[in-house]
């Protein structure tokens, strides 16, 4: 009996801001790798996770949601979430249930217009929804645009997930096992830290305060002699104001983005750790190429 051959493929995930892509990447994997909050664009670059099966291994592309952007940091988000509809071997449209229905998805759906990709069409959140708009749903984005395959996830309770897993298998092509079955991001420990960072705040800042936020890891050390890691980042924000609602009343605020983000690095680095928060101004980073770049956001690497 033939041994059968071993699959292995990028996938891709794209949509609106907020609507549930790193939720289902971190579903699929098992592990949190890309960070959330009920905020959009949450995710600012292409996050490669991967999942690796005894017969096949997915390398899953978290994209920044596609929106119409403000500034020069919303055009690097839409370009790195646009770079990849062509680079891999099948894209995830993930859609949520709303009012305006398909409409809301209409620059999306421009977007993936002449993309030779097999694109499959995700809607997200049907645990919010009864079955008959599910249906409702389907038709309308089938008229829309010619998907290979329509599948209903909760990327939240995991509903349906293997389902969609076993459609991502059917389009990954033969190939070698790119990554060792132990790993699970290509991400360096000092990025997904900052993102952890940067994750806690935005949970816990006022709404206006946390697209102008970038965080820097500073230093990464073990301590000496002793089971710790010290690490110490900067978080950089745009105006006066809004460092002193990061910081907060006593120092409150910071405090509190240093605890919860203190939890996850440690997990993360498998060992108890010292975080040390500083904030600092850097006006109008979002527009300035020389930042982006400082903060990890360089067109160049797209």
Same mark, same amino acid.
């Given at each position: 009996?033939?041994?059968?051959?071993?699959?292995?493929?990028?996938? @891709?995930?794209?949509?609106?801001? %907020?609507?549930?892509?790193?939720? *289902? #990447?971190?579903?699929?994997? !098992? +592990?949190?790798? &890309?960070?959330?909050?009920?905020?959009?664009?949450?995710?600012?670059?292409?996050?490669?996770?991967?999942?690796?099966?005894?017969?096949?291994?997915?390398?899953?592309?978290?994209?920044?949601?596609?929106?119409?952007?403000?500034?020069?940091?919303?055009?690097?988000?839409?370009? @790195?979430?646009?770079?990849?509809? %062509?680079?891999?071997?099948?894209? *995830? #449209?993930?859609?949520?249930? !709303? +009012?305006?229905? &398909?409409?809301?998805?209409?620059?999306?759906?421009?977007?993936?217009?002449?993309?030779?990709?097999?694109?499959?069409?995700?809607?997200?959140?049907?645990?919010?929804?009864?079955?008959?708009?599910?249906?409702?749903?389907?038709?309308?984005?089938?008229?829309?645009?010619?998907?290979?395959?329509?599948?209903?996830?909760?990327?939240?309770?995991?509903?349906?997930?293997?389902?969609?897993?076993?459609?991502?298998?059917?389009?990954?092509?033969?190939?070698?096992?790119?990554?060792?079955?132990?790993?699970?991001?290509?991400?360096?420990?000092?990025?997904?830290?900052?993102?952890?960072?940067?994750?806690?705040?935005?949970?816990?800042?006022?709404?206006?305060?946390?697209?102008?936020?970038?965080?820097?890891?500073?230093?990464?050390?073990?301590?000496?002699?002793?089971?710790?890691?010290?690490?110490?980042?900067?978080?950089?924000?745009?105006?006066?104001?809004?460092?002193?609602?990061?910081?907060?009343?006593?120092?409150?605020?910071?405090?509190?983005?240093?605890?919860?983000?203190?939890?996850?690095?440690?997990?993360?680095?498998?060992?108890?750790?010292?975080?040390?928060?500083?904030?600092?101004?850097?006006?109008?980073?979002?527009?300035?190429?020389?930042?982006?770049?400082?903060?990890?956001?360089?067109?160049?690497?797209?």
């Amino acid at each position: 009996m033939a041994q059968k051959k071993f699959q292995s493929g990028f996938v @891709a995930l794209v949509g609106r801001p %907020n609507v549930g892509k790193s939720t *289902l #990447m971190n579903q699929l994997i !098992g +592990e949190k790798i &890309a960070i959330m909050s009920p905020k959009p664009q949450t995710t600012r670059n292409k996050i490669q996770s991967i999942l690796t099966k005894e017969d096949f291994q997915v390398v899953f592309i978290d994209t920044p949601g596609i929106h119409k952007p403000k500034h020069k940091l919303g055009s690097y988000m839409v370009k @790195a979430a646009e770079t990849a509809l %062509n680079e891999v071997d099948a894209v *995830l #449209m993930l859609v949520e249930p !709303g +009012e305006r229905g &398909a409409e809301a998805d209409r620059f999306v759906l421009e977007r993936l217009a002449g993309v030779k990709t097999p694109v499959i069409l995700v809607l997200n959140k049907i645990d919010t929804v009864e079955k008959s708009h599910i249906l409702t749903m389907t038709d309308e984005y089938r008229s829309l645009y010619p998907f290979r395959e329509i599948v209903p996830v909760s990327a939240k309770d995991g509903e349906n997930c293997d389902t969609l897993l076993s459609v991502i298998q059917s389009y990954l092509p033969e190939g070698p096992q790119y990554f060792p079955a132990d790993m699970i991001t290509d991400q360096p420990e000092r990025q997904i830290a900052s993102e952890i960072i940067r994750e806690k705040a935005l949970q816990l800042l006022e709404d206006e305060i946390p697209h102008g936020i970038a965080v820097e890891i500073t230093s990464m050390k073990k301590r000496e002699g002793k089971d710790l890691v010290d690490v110490e980042a900067t978080i950089f924000c745009e105006r006066e104001s809004h460092k002193g609602i990061i910081i907060g009343k006593g120092g409150n605020m910071l405090k509190q983005i240093g605890t919860r983000a203190r939890m996850d690095i440690a997990a993360l680095l498998g060992s108890p750790i010292h975080l040390q928060l500083w904030v600092k101004v850097k006006k109008d980073w979002r527009d300035s190429d020389f930042l982006l770049k400082n903060f990890g956001y360089d067109a160049k690497r797209i």
